[in-house]
């Protein structure tokens, strides 16, 4: 017949004594200390990293979308209302907000 494991004497008394709990808060405080550290130099090394990159002019981020060949052509065809926006973002082949991302750099210019 197998015994329960609060029924185990050594068990009771590892877990009821108040000492065992003042060891187990200082080994957890050593833990998250070391832990803490660790963190603070993973967060430098990285600072250093991304430093030093952008130092070699590293780019971070996507590629920036080029504006179409075609796309002064469609949006004049698009101000003339010969065609829809719909078809606008056929021929040129943009989502819609970089269709009117490019469109207001297209007019600042």
Known sequence: MLRS???NPLFTRLFHNPEHFYF???KF???SLAFESE???IR???AEGIASAKARG???GPVPQ???ENYAEVVELREQKKIS???ALVLTRLSKSAYYRFLKEHKAH
């Open 85 to 87: 926006l719909k078809e």
């Open 5 to 7: 494991c609060c029924a």
């Open 58 to 60: 590293v780019r971070f």
């Open 29 to 31: 405080e050593m833990l």
């Open 44 to 46: 430098m090394r990285q």
């Open 66 to 68: 080029k504006q179409p």
């Open 39 to 41: 963190q603070i130099n």
């Open 24 to 26: 187990v808060g200082i």
